[in-house]
């Protein structure tokens, strides 16, 4: 079946530093949507991708989806610490409504 | 507008013992599903619906049934509650494929001792 491997597991920054997480499938995705979750709280929903190479922004946060559609990226700039969570990507593989996560990233952020 | 409301907030079983999580939706979703949370095991899925009177075994659906009679309630049963099963539940909806965002409820947190 699909798998998604999402790296690192964590990720300890300093604040002011840069993070990114991975996320890598081994087949080809419809598209992909990224998740991010508080300490204590839900995942909320930050963007879907769904073109080839498609790269959008969100202030300081940079999502690429790779040309192959196999494999996305997050990319945080200048970390703050209200950055703090775990960040979770979710490959859709046109399964007629199934949705299946990524292990996630946990980000902590030292002020 | 409530969105996505998930009951009860928390709750411990005793092994053997049975329950139902209920998650309800106010936004005439067609979509709802039902996850677990696990340190380090990531959201994995348990059962979908992808309607009223519809069901689906997702990742992880081993001990847990599911039942959608009504378009927006889901709910999540434990037939015989098992250590194994303690864990934060999560329900979410979205409006009908996968290419909508997911709604998600606040949790339950469930311990099985």
């Known amino acids: 079946g699909q798998q998604v491997m999402q790296i690192p597991q964590y990720q300890h920054v300093q604040e002011g530093e840069d993070f990114t997480t991975y996320c890598n499938s081994s087949?080809?995705?419809?598209?992909i949507q990224w998740y991010k979750q508080r300490p204590g709280g839900h995942p909320v929903f930050l963007i879907q991708?769904?073109?080839?190479?498609e790269v959008k922004k969100q202030k300081r946060l940079t999502f690429q989806f790779g040309e192959a559609k196999k494999n996305s990226s997050l990319h945080i700039t200048a970390t703050q610490t209200t950055d703090v969570g775990t960040y979770f990507c979710?490959?859709?593989?046109?399964?007629?409504?199934?949705?299946?996560f990524g292990q996630g990233t946990e980000l902590s952020v030292k002020p | 507008n409530a969105g996505v409301t998930q009951t009860p907030k928390f709750r411990v079983l005793k092994t053997g013992q049975s329950m139902t999580l209920l998650c309800a939706q106010d936004?005439?979703?067609?979509?709802m599903y039902w996850y677990r949370q696990d340190p380090g095991m990531g959201l994995r899925l348990i059962h979908y619906s992808v309607g009223e009177g519809t069901t689906a075994k997702g990742e992880v659906p081993d001990g847990y049934n599911v039942s959608r009679l009504k378009k927006q309630n889901f709910l999540l049963g434990l037939e015989s509650a098992a250590p194994s099963q303690t864990s934060v539940y999560f329900c979410a909806s979205n409006e009908g494929s996968y290419n909508s965002p997911l709604h998600f409820g606040n949790g339950t947190r469930l311990t099985v001792t």
């Open positions: 087949t080809t995705l419809s598209n």
């Open positions: 936004m005439n979703h067609e979509y």
């Open positions: 991708l769904v073109k080839s190479g």
């Open positions: 979710a490959p859709a593989y046109n399964q007629g409504g199934k949705l299946i």
